[in-house]
């Protein structure tokens, strides 16, 4: 099995953890002195740079919130003068400004060196053929890796999303051989790829794809597996912390590597905010061990996860996470319970016949409408199959999620395309 930077990827614990805490004390020293914003979010918290004596005592220090990235807006939590930054990225946040974040040369380098180290932990080398279909531009996603792609000497093709045409000539054309794209945008391309009586497993070279920045379930990534004849690796991150490339999958696809040298993790109960136990689920909360620019401590993500303990068969000992199983913010409340829109996509996804996309409309707190689109030819047949199908998808719905859905089956390109991140969920609920 192949490494970016063996020695690293396979630090023993006891020295991994060692690492950790010598560049946790660095940051927390740093943030202290040049960012007024910590300093006083420390002091009010009673804490000193020199209480951080272990790992544990992370849990001492106050946690950084969304809304801490706009005090100061845009540069509060900068640690370096501006003509050191080279780089900004955002986020479009749900609350007018975006969250902006800076790179310094460094960390450019370093989040490229980090995205070198995923692509080559799935296989990938020298002779790939790399196209990029998310977003240029003030999104990470694309940017990011594609620096990192280019560290390892793969060739890129940023083609960006969207064009869907297009992106099919660029692989026959280039004979690409591995895809970043959202799983709700490969969704879609792998159905166009089929409906214009493409093999892709002959008419095309594609291996691999790297599928993230949205939530996605195990049956998506199956369907999309079985529909292009290639293997999908999931590929976590967020804008906060340099973007793509902060839980990668190895070749095991058993959960997602934190790279625990640049990330120090933590999963927390998202009310109390008290750790869980290691391999329950909660909010995963992280902080930068190794960034120059911006450093943020213990950021609550919202993303919900657990930690795998266990050791990796792969050999790395940076621990692992599992799929991150929705947002807090994405979650939604019908009939006083709690649902979150991947397990409704994750009923879909397992159902024959169910095509690519879908959409879950909130009218009221009493009732979720979803909306999916089904195979064409299904609306050629016997009406009998076509309620058979409706019945199956409420009843599963209402199995997994306790509450009963009204169902709506649409034929295919009634729903809106999505080249990025789908909005899945429509809630026209006013209060
Ligand atoms: O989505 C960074 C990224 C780009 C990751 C390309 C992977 C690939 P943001 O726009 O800041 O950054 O959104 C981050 O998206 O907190 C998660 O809620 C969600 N997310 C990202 N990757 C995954 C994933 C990029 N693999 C937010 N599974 C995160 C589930 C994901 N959710």
Redesign the pocket.
């Known amino acids: 099995m192949e490494f970016w930077n063996k020695e690293l990827e396979t630090l023993k614990s006891q020295k991994l953890r060692q690492l950790q805490l010598e560049r946790l004390k660095k940051t927390i020293l740093r943030v202290y002195q040049k960012v007024p914003h910590y300093r006083v979010k420390f002091q009010e918290a009673k804490v000193k740079p020199t209480d951080i004596k272990h790992l544990e005592d992370i849990h001492k220090l106050p946690f950084t919130t969304k809304e801490d990235l706009y005090v100061d807006y845009p540069f509060g939590l900068v640690a370096l003068p501006v003509e050191k930054l080279i780089r900004l990225h955002t986020?479009?946040g749900t609350t007018g400004k975006p969250?902006a974040i800076f790179f310094s040369k460094k960390d450019i380098n370093n989040s490229a060196d980090i995205i070198a180290r995923c692509l080559v932990m799935t296989g990938a080398k020298r002779g790939d053929i790399l196209q990029n279909s998310?977003t240029y531009g003030l999104?990470?996603?694309a940017f990011?890796?594609h620096y990192g792609a280019e560290k390892v000497g793969i060739l890129v093709i940023p083609a960006g999303p969207g064009n869907t045409e297009r992106q099919i000539t660029l692989m026959r054309d280039f004979g690409t051989t591995m895809l970043?794209i959202t799983p709700s945008y490969a969704l879609y391309v792998a159905s166009v790829i089929l409906d214009k009586g493409i093999d892709p497993r002959k008419d095309l070279k594609l291996k691999r794809a790297?599928?993230?920045?949205?939530?996605?379930s195990e049956e998506t990534r199956k369907k999309i597996e079985e529909m292009l004849g290639i293997d999908i690796y999931?590929?976590?991150?967020?804008?906060?912390m340099n973007?793509?490339g902060v839980?990668f999958e190895c070749k095991y696809k058993a959960g997602?590597h934190i790279w625990e040298d640049n990330f120090l993790m933590e999963v927390i109960n998202p009310e109390s905010g008290e750790p869980v136990k290691d391999g329950e689920i909660g909010e995963l909360v992280l902080t930068t061990l190794n960034r120059e620019a911006m450093p943020l401590i213990r950021y609550r993500?919202?993303?919900l996860t657990r930690i795998i303990p266990e050791p990796c068969k792969c050999g790395r000992t940076h621990r692992r996470i599992s799929?991150?199983l929705g947002?807090s913010d994405d979650m939604f409340i019908v009939k006083g319970v709690n649902i979150f829109p991947q397990q409704i996509e994750q009923v879909l996804m397992s159902i024959k016949g169910v095509a690519q996309n879908y959409q879950i409309i909130l009218e009221s707190y009493d009732e979720m409408t979803v909306k999916v689109e089904i195979d064409k030819e299904l609306f050629d047949g016997k009406i009998e199959r076509l309620i058979k199908m409706k019945e199956e998808i409420i009843d599963k719905i209402r199995s997994a999620t306790m509450v009963k859905p009204k169902v709506e089956l649409l034929e295919p390109g009634t729903l809106p395309i999505s080249e990025g991140?789908a909005k899945r969920v429509i809630d026209n609920r006013t209060i």
Do not use: Q, W
């Open positions: 986020s479009s969250k998310m999104f990470t996603g990011v890796m970043h790297y599928l993230g920045a949205e939530p996605y999931n590929c976590y991150g967020l804008t906060e973007g793509p839980g997602l993500t919202r993303d799929r991150i947002r991140k």
